[in-house]
């Protein structure tokens, strides 16, 4: 939904046609109100969140640097390169986390962004990072944390449920996930996935 209001609000944003531009601002408007019913619903099913199937298999490094470049649809991240390797992932649980900080990016920093990865503790490392506001030290620890919003998050639109989904994903594959940030400066997700045996 974050990436279907965003590319409605680019478009109204960019189009030279004011019909076009009361289209895409209804689009808002409906995205605004299904994003309060998923709220609503995260609310509702979050004892029903460990049902929720992560199936980690052997997974080509190539489809974590593809899930992120689909996540991209404003073509904000930096040219980037994964080592070839073989990770634990589920290829669709992945595009889900991969989607939901790509957006968070767009919403919070509207920066490029930089993804960076290497090999450590038998894991393979992806940081993405942006270059926006980030969040206070004192906060990072929170970030994953059920409705957990940052100060900077007050006056945007969200449930505070994004990254403690993503961070239940990952530690579903088998993998870490860690917010680092500094303020004014940057803000960076860590994700370790396991290397294949």
């Known amino acids: 939904m974050a990436s279907i209001q965003a590319i ?12 076009l531009r009361r289209e895409f601002e209804t689009i808002m408007q409906k995205t605004n109100r299904i994003n309060g019913m998923i709220h609503n619903l995260h609310t509702s099913m979050l004892d029903e969140l460990e049902r929720l199937e992560v199936r980690p298999k052997e997974l080509g490094s190539s489809a974590i640097g593809e899930a992120l470049r689909q996540a991209d649809f404003k073509k904000r991240i930096k040219d980037f390169e994964i080592p070839e390797c073989l990770v634990m992932a589920d290829k669709v649980r992945f595009m889900q986390v991969a989607d939901n900080i790509i957006s968070n990016s767009y919403k ?14 038998e894991c393979l490392c992806i940081s993405i990072k942006d270059f926006g506001k980030g969040v206070k030290k004192d906060e990072e620890i929170f970030l994953t944390q059920k409705y957990f919003r940052g100060q900077n998050a007050k006056e945007k639109e969200g449930s505070g449920m994004g990254m403690y989904i993503a961070e239940y994903l990952v530690k579903g594959m088998g993998g870490r996930l860690l917010c680092r940030s500094e303020e004014n400066a940057w803000f960076e997700v860590r994700i370790w ?5």
């Not at 409605?8 to 046609?17: D, F, M, N, V």
């Not at 996935?193 to 045996?197: G, R």
């Open 108 to 121: 919070y920093a509207d920066t490029q962004i930089e993804v960076c990865s290497w090999f450590e503790d």
């Open 193 to 197: 996935l396991v290397l294949a045996a």
């Open 8 to 19: 409605a609000e680019y478009q109204s944003l960019t189009t030279g046609s004011e019909e």
